[in-house]
């Protein structure tokens, strides 16, 4: 074995004689470095798990972005097409395939009861004999029945039946494309 240290002299023996030398200073480090240890270890598990904790917000984040982006774009389109339908043309034709005329001039009720200008029936006007437009999708549909609707004013009367099959394409020829806009004075 190691031979023991020279011997302390003074004030130094005394206090040699007061702490134990061999067994406690061992044990007394012990309970300090497993705490040393938990801390570090405990610190590296609550940064893992705030380091899981950030990914998965940033995944959640991303997909959040990328939702976002496809809702903005389906809502411009929707916003497009309700631009492209709300146009003075595009209402006109529409209001013209549910049968709706230009309503003409017109009347007004005064603060003392009394009607100014005259009332009046709304009427269609008689198509236009211009051709229509191929270059819209909905033209091939429309190309029959305003032939028809022409076929059926250019024709003579006849006395068989199928005057009676033009009664309805004359009905429908106001809701033609060729009919002229309407027009309001008060606007």
């Not at 798990?49 to 929707?78: I, P, W």
């Amino acid at each position: 074995m190691s031979k023991p240290a020279a011997p302390l002299k003074g004030r130094a023996a005394r206090l040699a004689r007061l702490m134990p030398t061999t067994g406690p200073s061992t044990a007394a480090r012990t309970p300090f470095v497993l705490l040393v240890v938990l801390l570090l270890g405990g610190g590296l598990i609550t940064l893992l798990l705030l380091n899981s904790a950030l990914n998965e917000g940033s995944f959640r984040l991303s997909e959040l972005k990328r939702d976002t982006t496809e809702l903005t774009d389906e809502q411009q389109a929707l916003q497009r097409d309700v631009d492209s339908r709300s146009q003075p043309d595009a209402l006109e034709k529409r209001a013209r395939e549910l049968g709706m005329v230009p309503g003409g001039s017109p009347a007004f009720l005064n603060p003392d009861g009394t009607v100014r200008g005259k009332p009046a029936e709304a009427t269609a006007p008689p198509p236009s004999p211009s051709p229509s437009p191929t270059s819209s999708p909905s033209a091939p549909a429309a190309g029959p029945s305003d032939s028809r609707a022409s076929a059926g004013t250019s024709a003579s009367p006849s006395p068989s039946g199928s005057e009676s099959a033009t009664a309805p394409d004359l009905a429908a020829a106001p809701s033609a494309e060729n009919s002229p806009p309407p027009t309001s004075p008060g606007r």
